[in-house]
C-alpha cells in the first residue's frame, strides 16, 4: 500500500496494490500491519459501514461533536468525489479541504483523521461506498456544516445543485457550526 499526501498532511490517499489476471483482480483493501506501515497510524476500527447513492446525491459535510470518527473511505462501485474538511480550531489547516475522486475503477482509498467533517458527492449513476470507523455512529453527537460554505470553498465536480437530505440542507456554515 502506497501511503498519498493531500494539501493537508493529515489526509492520506492510500494506493493498494491491486493483483490482476484475465480472471479478474485480487487486492487487500484493509490490512492493519500494512496501513499502519504506510501511513504511521495506528487505529483500532470498530464499525464498518455501507451506503449506496444516486448520481448527484451529496452526503455531508458531517462530523461527531463528541466520539469523533476516524475514517477509512473507498468507493466499491461507481465514483464519488469525496471531501475532507479540517474543523480543529488549532490546526494551521483549519477550514481547509483535500479532496480526491475515489473509485470501483481507481481502487483508492482516503483516510479522513478524527477532527475532520467529512463528505462526497456521487459523479456516476450510482455508487456505493464502505467506510471503516475509529469510533461508533453516536447520532446525539453529529453535526454537519453546509457543503458549499463560501469560506470553505470546495470546488464540487459537476454541475446543478446536489440532492441533499433535509439535515443537509439546513446544515449552519463553519463559522455558526458547533465544533469540538
Not at 462530523?63 to 476516524?70: I, K, R, V
Not at 468525489?81 to 480550531?89: G, N, P, S, T, W
Request: glycine share 8%; proline share 7%.
Amino acid at each position: 500500500m502506497k501511503a498519498i499526501a493531500t494539501v493537508i498532511p493529515e489526509v492520506l490517499i492510500l494506493e493498494p496494490r491491486v493483483f490482476g489476471d484475465p480472471r479478474g483482480f485480487f487486492f487487500e483493501s484493509y490490512n492493519e500491519r500494512v496501513f499502519r506501515d504506510a501511513t504511521g497510524l495506528v487505529r483500532s476500527f470498530v464499525q464498518d459501514n455501507h451506503s449506496r447513492s444516486s448520481r448527484g446525491v451529496l452526503r455531508g459535510l458531517h462530523y461527531q461533536l463528541h466520539q469523533p470518527q476516524g475514517k477509512l473511505v473507498r468507493c466499491v462501485a461507481g465514483e464519488v468525489f469525496d471531501v475532507a474538511v479540517d474543523i480543529r480550531r488549532s490546526s494551521p489547516t483549519f477550514g481547509r479541504w483535500a479532496g480526491a475522486h475515489l473509485s470501483a475503477e481507481n481502487k483508492l482509498l482516503m483516510w479522513i483523521p478524527e477532527g475532520f467533517a467529512h463528505g462526497f458527492l456521487v459523479l456516476s449513476g450510482a455508487a456505493e461506498f464502505l467506510y471503516k470507523t475509529t469510533d461508533y455512529y453516536a447520532p446525539q453527537h453529529e453535526r454537519a456544516i453546509r457543503w458549499d460554505d463560501p469560506r470553505v470553498a470546495i470546488s464540487w465536480p459537476g454541475d446543478g445543485a446536489p440532492l441533499l437530505s433535509a439535515k443537509d440542507a439546513a446544515a449552519p456554515l463553519l463559522e455558526d457550526a458547533e465544533l469540538p
